[in-house]
């Protein structure tokens, strides 16, 4: 897990990333009119059509602040104009660049939950990331649902004071790694997670296989109080760094 008092950094630009290297930027959605109109001026008209069609004043608000921190994170790491920055999407809505630096290696991905977001970068690396806000839901019912039998009873087994944390870092694991994948939801039943003696979670096997989870990483994050989040990357001896984006970051 990464402590969120100790390790999440505050920095001014971006620092250049190697090849081992992620970079995980957390932020703030929750910002006034004046920075809001700089950070829609960022945003394409795709864009703003994605956010038009959102019914909530306060969900078109945080949609446009997370595009546009998107685009002026991506522009510091790669050199560019972000309203020049343009995204491609999968069948299943993982975006990407298509205008990227010489190489083209640059990876993202970002979740946003409650008025708050997480980044994350590394090069030429499948990544994901998933950040989620601890509300009340129905632990044993969605664990019953939507988990492995064995992930199921660990949460079963927990005292009731610890169901949701448990439920929410089994959860925010699995769905970082089905984003890096870009196999969305619909791929739950596909990987398991399992509890360490520490009280964290690892991956324990992808599509009944559990040599395949030697081919990737997995973080447990807690940015702020209330969140829990998690990032999925593939490779190994990665190096983990956790910033926080500055309120005046251009």
């Known amino acids: 897990m990464v402590n969120r008092k100790s390790l999440w950094r505050r920095a001014e630009s971006a620092s250049i990333l190697s090849q081992n290297e992620v970079h995980v930027w957390r932020a703030s959605l929750d910002c006034g009119d004046?920075?809001?109109d700089r950070l829609g001026s960022l945003l394409s008209?795709?864009?703003w059509q994605r956010a038009r069609r959102f019914y909530f004043d306060r969900d078109r608000r945080h949609f446009i602040?997370?595009?546009g921190l998107l685009r002026t994170l991506l522009a510091r790491y790669l050199g560019w104009d972000p309203s020049l920055l343009a995204f491609g999407y999968t069948d299943k809505g993982k975006p990407s660049l298509v205008t990227t630096s010489p190489g083209g290696l640059l990876q993202?991905?970002?979740s946003h939950s409650y008025g708050r977001v997480l980044y994350a970068l590394t090069l030429g690396r499948e990544v994901g990331v998933d950040l989620e806000y601890l509300r009340p839901v129905k632990v044993d019912a969605l664990s019953r649902r939507f988990f492995s039998d064995r992930e199921a009873a660990a949460i079963a087994e927990e005292p009731e004071t610890e169901k949701q944390a448990l439920f929410f870092k089994l959860w925010t694991g699995k769905e970082a790694y089905l984003k890096a994948t870009g196999e969305g939801l619909a791929g739950l039943s596909r990987v398991e997670l399992e509890v360490t003696g520490d009280r964290q979670v690892r991956l324990k096997q992808i599509a009944n296989?559990?040599?395949l989870t030697?081919?990737?990483s997995l973080y447990s994050l807690d940015p702020e109080d209330g969140y829990l989040g998690a990032i999925a990357v593939r490779g190994?001896?990665?190096e983990l760094?956790?910033?926080e984006f500055d309120g005046n970051f251009r």
């Open 108 to 110: 993202f991905n970002l």
């Open 209 to 211: 296989n559990p040599y």
């Open 65 to 67: 602040a997370a595009r």
């Open 241 to 243: 760094s956790c910033w």
């Open 45 to 47: 008209e795709d864009e």
């Open 236 to 238: 190994d001896r990665l």
């Open 34 to 36: 004046e920075t809001l």
């Open 214 to 216: 030697s081919l990737w």
